[in-house]
T-cell receptor
Framework: GAGVSQSPSNKVTEKGKDVELRCDPI?????LYWYRQSLGQGLEFLIY????????KSGLPSDRFSAERTGGSVSTLTIQRTQQEDSAVYLC????????????FGAGTRLSVL | AQSVTQLGSHVSVSEGALVLLRCNYS??????LFWYVQYPNQGLQLLLK??????LVKGINGFEAEFKKSETSFHLTKPSAHMSDAAEYFC?????????????FGKGTLLTVNP
């Protein structure tokens, strides 16, 4: 079946612009996660959704970052007023549930802020 | 709090040689442990996981890892490297308790396989 799909695969934007990154999880997966992968920081947890609610947003680096999930499926990560330090690969994952359930990852969106 | 340390950001082996990628973790509760592999421009793919059953875990592509509580280690091994194993490998930990959805990753180890 289809895996986790992320779009766009690459995004180049100018400093100060807003960007939206999209994630389509595996059908039936109730849990969805966003991670950020950058050269300096490695892989960092950003946010976790169970259904449409986000019980843990603790990894969002600033209030410029927000995410939502609608219909228990597609999720959008929005970064407002982008800064150069936001340049990274943003990875989405989904799983059947939490804990020991396997998180399946998408290929990511590579964001470059000029 | 939990953390993962991967010793060696870059490991180079010859084709057919043993692969050993090191991972040490810290966790205040019994952990779940994972190894993921990432090929260029792709997402992470699970190799294997430990969730408190057998301490020797076998994964895909001939990899295995052993959970050693006394050493807080979960090293990844493969007896004979193939060229196709060249990739970046990430060790990750999550709690078996409360925040068990959150994966904490090591910095990764880039494996190079020489012909």
């Amino acid at each position: 079946g289809a895996g986790v799909s992320q779009s766009p695969s690459n995004k180049v934007t100018e400093k100060g612009k807003d960007v939206e990154l999209r994630c389509d999880p595996i059908s039936g997966h109730t849990a969805l996660y966003w991670y950020r992968q950058s050269l300096g920081q490695g892989l960092e947890f950003l946010i976790y959704f169970q259904g449409n609610s986000a019980p843990d947003k603790s990894g969002l680096p600033s209030d410029r970052f927000s995410a939502e999930r609608t219909g228990g499926s597609v999720s959008t990560l929005t970064i407002q007023r982008t800064q150069q330090e936001d340049s990274a690969v943003y990875l989405c994952a989904s799983s059947l549930g939490q804990g020991k359930n396997i998180q399946y990852f998408g290929a990511g969106t590579r964001l470059s802020v000029l | 709090a939990q953390s993962v340390t991967q010793l060696g950001s870059h490991v180079s082996v010859s084709e057919g040689a043993l692969v050993l990628l090191r991972c040490n973790y810290s966790s205040s509760v019994p952990p779940y442990l994972f190894w993921y592999v990432q090929y260029p421009n792709q997402g992470l793919q699970l190799l294997l996981k430990y969730t408190s059953a057998a301490t020797l875990v076998k994964g895909i592509n001939g990899f295995e890892a052993e959970f050693k509580k006394s050493e807080t280690s979960f090293h990844l091994t493969k007896p004979s490297a193939h060229m196709s194993d060249a990739a970046e490998y990430f060790c990750a930990v999550s709690n078996s308790g409360g925040s068990n959805y959150k994966l904490t990753f090591g910095k990764g180890t880039l494996l190079t396989v020489n012909p």
